[in-house]
């Protein structure tokens, strides 16, 4: 069964950082795309950052995250990381994983002062 669990939320100043964990279980193939969204009330999810396995992938972000936020894989522990640096208020939302159409519960980072 395929599951996807989100940690590492949780509430931070301005400046601060979090990282984020997407642990995956029950996918047949060993490369694929994954992606962290967010989401915050009344508004749409918003893809965050996507990291790419296949041959040749690689690592994309929305630009308001560019240069703050790294996406990265560990392949033994089969987990997404999201490291999110110099957090601003308005990367304060509901953080989801999505691997095929597949999503994780999500997990809230709140950042304020």
């Known amino acids: 069964q395929v599951q996807l669990v989100e940690s590492g939320g949780g509430s931070v100043q301005p400046g601060g950082s979090l990282r984020l964990s997407c642990a995956f279980s029950?996918?047949?193939?060993?490369?694929?795309?994954m992606k962290w969204f967010r989401q915050t009330p009344g508004n749409e999810r918003e893809r965050v950052a996507t990291?790419?396995?296949?041959?040749?992938?690689?690592?994309s972000y929305t630009a308001s995250v560019k240069g703050r936020f790294i996406i990265s894989r560990d392949a033994v522990k089969n987990v997404i990381y999201l490291q999110m640096n110099s957090l601003k208020s308005e990367d304060t939302a509901v953080y989801y994983c999505?691997?095929?159409?597949?999503w994780g519960q999500g997990t809230q980072v709140t950042v304020s002062s």
């Open positions: 990291i790419n396995t296949f041959p040749g992938g690689g690592t």
């Open positions: 999505e691997r095929d159409n597949h």
């Open positions: 029950g996918f047949s193939s060993s490369v694929f795309v």
